[in-house]
C-alpha cells in the first residue's frame, strides 16, 4: 500500500523536524515525510533528504507555493513564525494562506500548531497587563487563536493543537539561568507558585504524528504537555541536573516586562495569563493524553539530563 504523505512546513525547526523524524523514524508506520523549506540547498534540508524526507521548496507568504507544496499530500502541519517578525498580522497571514492552500489542494487532515486566544479570557479591556500591537494581551497567542477561524471557515479537516512553553528556551531563547550579582544562577520565571505546561519541543512532533495516526481528533482541540512545573520546581531539577544550586526568582511581570530585550512585554504578559489561568491552561494541556499520543514524551529531569551541558549560564 502506498504511503501516506504529510507535508511539514517549519521541517527544518522545532516543531516541523521533530514531525519529520517521527515519520522517519517509523519506516513501517504507513507515512511519508515531505519537508517545506524556503532553501532546500540548505544544510539542515539536506540533512532532511539524507534521512529520507522529501524536500520542497516552499513559503508561507507565497499561498501558490504552498499549494504546490501540499499537492497529493494526505496530510498538512501548519506552524507559523512569529519570532521572526513579532507581527501577530502576518502570522494571521501566514496562518490564512496555509488554511488555504490546504484546503485547495484537497488536503485530508491539517494539524494547526496553534495558542489560545487569551482575549476570550481576559478582554482586552482589562488593565491587569499593558495592550500590544493595539489590540492584543499576547499578540502570538491572540492571533494563533484567532487564526482557528481560517481553518474552520475554509473547512478543512483540521486538529487544533494547543502546543506549550518549550524547555529548549533555556538552550536558544535565554530563558536559562542566569548568575546574580551574588554569584549565585538565578532562573527568572514571573510566575509566583503557578506551574507551567512545558514539552521538549522534539516531542511536539512527535505527538503531532501521534495525531496524524488518530482521524478521529479531525475537528478537536488537543493540547500537549510534557510536565506541568511551578518555577521552584524548574529551579530545583535545574540544580539536580547542573550539580550546582539554581534558585528560582519569580520577580513580578511588570518587572519582567521592563527588563527590555526584543519580545519583553509580551513573554511578560504571556507568563501573567499563564499565571493567573492556570488552571484552565494546565487543564487544556493533559499529561496522560499527550504520552498516548506519544510513549517517548519526555520529564523535564530527562530532557535535562540529555540537554544540561547546551544550556548558556550566563
Ligand atoms: N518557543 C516556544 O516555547 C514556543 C512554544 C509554543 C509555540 N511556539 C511557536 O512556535 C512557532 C515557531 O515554530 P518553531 O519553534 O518550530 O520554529 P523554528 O524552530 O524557529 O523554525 C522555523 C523554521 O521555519 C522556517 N521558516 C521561517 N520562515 C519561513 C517562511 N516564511 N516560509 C517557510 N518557512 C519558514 C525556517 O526554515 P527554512 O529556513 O528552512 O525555510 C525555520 O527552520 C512560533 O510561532 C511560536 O510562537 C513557540
Redesign the pocket.
Known sequence: MSKKTIAV?????????GLVRAILADPSGGFAARA????PS?A??KELAKLGAEVVA????DVDSLRRAFQGAYGAFC??????HFSADK?KA?ARAMAQAAKDAGVKHVIW?T?EDTRKWLPITDTRMPTLQGKYNVP?FDA?GEANAFFSEVGVPTTFLN????W??LIH?GSGPKKGPDGKLAFVLPMGDKKLPGIA?EDIGRCAYGIFKRPDLIGKTVGIAGEHLTGAQMAAALSKALGQEVVHNAVPPDVYRGFGFPGADEMGNMFQFKADFEEQYCAARDLAFSRSLNPQLQTFAQWLSVNKDRIPLG
Open positions: 512546513v517549519g521541517a527544518t525547526g522545532a516543531q516541523g523536524g517545506l523549506t524556503r532553501d540548505s539542515k534540508a516552499a513559503n508561507v507568504n506552524v507559523t513564525f512569529f519570532w521572526e502570522e501566514e500548531s495558542l502570538h494563533k502546543t506549550c512553553f518549550y529548549d528556551n531563547f519541543a
